[in-house]
């Protein structure tokens, strides 16, 4: 039985394997976008319990994506975490500021994301 359904917004495909990887050996549902465009097209047709948010994407940045996704497409309580490997303190405060719900440094660390997508899923469903 699934756990629910993740988007999974980043332009490398290696990352979106390994992502997709973790997240299924864990019973989610995965589907990926390539870009910030091709995942608010989605996230206007189809639910989701969370989303991982690359930041450096081309064209529509995830700091912009975040903001629409809140602002326009209305999804204040979806939790969205940021992946970056912007890890300096001033980038960091930007990404908060956009409107994720956390963020998570790239290389990914498997333990860390499995937890914080269990618990804003719990957190969510409350």
């Not at 332009?11 to 976008?33: M, R």
């Amino acid at each position: 039985m699934s756990k629910g359904h993740v988007l999974v917004v980043e332009d490398h495909p290696d990352n979106q394997q390994l992502v997709t990887w973790i997240l299924e050996d864990e019973k989610y549902e995965v589907t990926c976008a390539g870009s910030a465009e091709e995942g608010l097209e989605l996230l206007k047709n189809h639910r989701y319990i969370a989303v991982l948010m690359d930041i450096s994407l081309p064209g529509m940045d995830g700091k912009q994506a975040t903001q629409n996704i809140r602002q326009h497409l209305g999804l204040t309580q979806l939790p969205i975490f940021a992946l970056t490997a912007h890890a300096l303190q001033s980038e960091h405060n930007a990404i908060m500021q956009s409107g994720v719900t956390g963020l998570l440094t790239k290389p990914i660390d498997e333990t860390e994301l499995v937890a914080v997508l269990a618990e804003a899923v719990i957190s969510a469903e409350l």
